[in-house]
């Protein structure tokens, strides 16, 4: 069942380029005169989705890249997560008509941009020649940890997904399918039951 899995899901590095364009493609969506619920929306969004990204790095593909590379440049990016929370923090402790709630939004996307520059072009590479074999299980860990973090948020996430699509009605109809299958998923057990087969040998 592992090595099934393995195969089918996205590898390590795979996974968290996927994740960087679906953050990189939120904050293209953000704009200073947008609604204030979309706003709020699409702030949420994101900054759940690089906490979970930033956990699951910390916890899983960092520690086997320092096995293989050079420390300075892992070191580098847990500096660059730690900005990224301070960011998060202050964002989730302010109301989208604060004087400088959009400017707060602005340096969170320039340091996020800045450290997928870096990790795009000098971690992954690294990581896919040095680490090769090891990717597809790497991953298979990565989705059932990301299983574990985003299930009891799902209620959540749904909800500020349907902030961030008002106003776009295509968007808001593939948000209402998705918002949808997370809280049926969450409620029916389905997300834990996939985090038991992925326990299997």
């Not at 909800?159 to 961030?164: I, S, T, Y």
Request: hydrophobic share 45%.
């Amino acid at each position: 069942m592992t090595s099934i899995f393995s195969r089918l899901l996205p590898s390590a590095t795979n996974m968290i380029r996927l994740d960087h364009t679906h953050v990189l493609s939120t904050f293209h969506q953000y704009k200073s005169g947008a609604p204030v619920r979309v706003k709020k929306g699409l702030v949420n969004t994101m900054c759940t989705a690089l906490e979970v990204h930033a956990q699951l790095e910390e916890e899983i593909f960092y520690p086997a890249v320092r096995n293989v590379m050079q420390g300075e440049l892992i070191a580098e990016s847990l500096q660059e997560h730690q900005e990224m929370r301070r960011l998060i923090n202050l964002l989730r402790q302010m109301e989208p008509e604060a004087r400088d709630y959009d400017a707060t939004v602005m340096a969170l996307m320039r340091d996020v941009m800045h450290h997928v520059a870096d990790e795009e072009t000098l971690v992954l590479p690294e990581a896919e020649r040095l680490l090769s074999d090891e990717l597809g299980e790497l991953g298979m860990q990565m989705t059932k940890r990301r299983v574990q973090l985003i299930g009891p948020r799902s209620g959540e996430i749904a909800l500020n997904m349907g902030r961030a699509a008002s106003g776009n009605t295509v968007a808001l109809s593939v948000v209402a399918l998705t918002a949808v299958a997370l809280l049926v998923g969450h409620r029916t057990g389905h997300l834990a039951r996939w985090n038991r087969s992925l326990r299997r040998p």
